[in-house]
């Protein structure tokens, strides 16, 4: 500290029954001069909350806390065979251990984005998840090295009820940190590392299963290998104390508010969102039943349709994750500065859609029709989820992303079901099974049609470019005279 800085800060103060004005000496605190300490040439380095590499590196650990779920998310459809061999499932049996995920979440999901905004606060609130996270993966482990499915699907119960109150709360940091800035790309870069995460565990958890199985025999290899991928998840929670600590010293030095008019959230806040935002919780359903149980049993349908070995089956199998761990960020970055964010989501239900057909109908090389799934989903990812931010109060994020992500659990575990009982049916063949995933496209395509008239209808800004949402954004300021509806996408 300097000598400047070590001198006392010298106000002017007079009382009411004196008319001399004393000084009155105030000692600086170190939150007071915690950034004035910081060298003007680095006022926009690293050590600034406010500036441009701050916030990246706010972003990588933002990023990083959601690997651990996304990758042992995926564990049991990276060992698909494994997990029918070994214990002794068919298919219906082996999707329950995905649709057991979802069903807590359902209601819990919602909750939990209520919580970050009414009880825990987001920092708080990612904390416990991360190690509900790392619970539930646990269990699950041990439940695979004891052979004991039950135990297996509670530690999926645990798991799925901290996974997905996780990604709330990344969603709510992404908006606290970005808001007004580069958000499309944000989630776009969100997207790409979760992603990536599962795209590792397809070409990691075989391969470390085979190594494994050296040691160990039966069942209680898939243990051992599942406890190694919980390793993901203690990555993840060190992550989130970090950027927890970093959000509770920025929130401090610029003195941030995140809620400057002072309102409450409340669970019946839901019953006031508009109808763009319920047509936006339809897409989320939708669209994504479409794709994750399609990738939990992927690897059979490829083994089946293509005959192609377990290892070649996980590896097409995981183009999808690893082309939108690559595209999600570009997408973002283009979106950012085109915006029209409901055309984008248009256009990728339309590609995604294209590739169920080609890999269904067609002879080609699957690698073809995954790579178009994998382009049309990080499309839609990068363009759908920040339209939550334009629909709804920033001080109901929590609350609206909660709400988005239970309703896609209820689909997801629903669907997942519903796929495995089409698979046993029909004798292991995936063809009745492709043919409902076009059906949930095709509700997603007009539920999205559906957001492009309302939104058209009341003037809204949902499908403007970033100038023209500037524009409106002012105009409404005006109108209101409030600004508690900042523009959270790029101006």
Known sequence: MSRQERQPIVEVSSSSGDDEAKPVVRRRSTRDTEMAAVPESRKMSCCDP???????????FMCLLGFGSYFCYDNP?????????????????????????????????????????RVFGIRLGTIIYMLIVLVGQLIFATGGLMGKFWLMILGRFVFGIGAESLAVAQNSYAVLWFKGKEL??????????????????????????????????????????????AGTCVMSLIC??????????????LKRNNNPGGEIAKLSDIVSFKLDFWMVSVVCVAYYVAIFPFVALGQAFFISNFQMT???????????????????????????RVGRNVTWVFVA????LVAHVLLTFSHLNPYIGMTVMGMSYSMLAASLWPLVALIVPEYQLGTA??????????????VTIVAGMIVDSSG????????????????????????????????????????????????????RGTTDRRPLLGN
């Open 50 to 60: 406010s500036s441009m590499p701050h916030r990246f590196l706010a972003l990588l």
């Open 77 to 117: 459809g990276a060992l698909q065979d494994v997990f029918q061999k070994e214990l002794h499932l068919n298919a219906t049996e082996f999707t329950f251990i995905y649709s057991i995920y979802s069903w807590p979440n359902i209601v819990l999901c919602f909750v939990g984005g209520f919580l970050i905004d």
């Open 184 to 229: 499309n790309m944000v989630f776009g870069l969100q997207l790409s590392v979760a992603r990536f995460g599962s795209t590792v565990n397809f070409w990691s958890m075989q391969p470390l299963y085979d190594y494994v199985t050296k040691f160990y025999e039966g069942y209680t290899g898939l243990g051992v290998t599942l406890f190694l991928a």
């Open 240 to 253: 989130t104390l970090i950027l927890g600590w970093m959000d509770k010293r920025a929130e401090r030095i």
């Open 310 to 336: 377990p290892d070649q089956a996980n590896n097409v199998n995981s183009i999808v994750y690893l082309i939108s761990a690559i595209a999600s960020p570009l997408f973002g970055f283009v979106i950012d």
């Open 349 to 352: 239900t339309i590609a995604t």
């Open 401 to 414: 992303y909660g709400f988005c992500q239970s309703v896609q659990n209820l689909g997801l575990a629903v």
């Open 428 to 479: 292991g063949s995936h063809f009745w099974l492709q043919l409902f995933f076009m059906l949930f496209l095709m509700i997603s395509l007009l539920a999205t049609c559906a957001i492009w008239a309302y939104d058209r209808k009341h003037q809204g800004n949902l499908n403007m470019t970033p100038a023209q949402r500037a524009t409106y954004h002012t105009s409404i300021s005006t109108q």
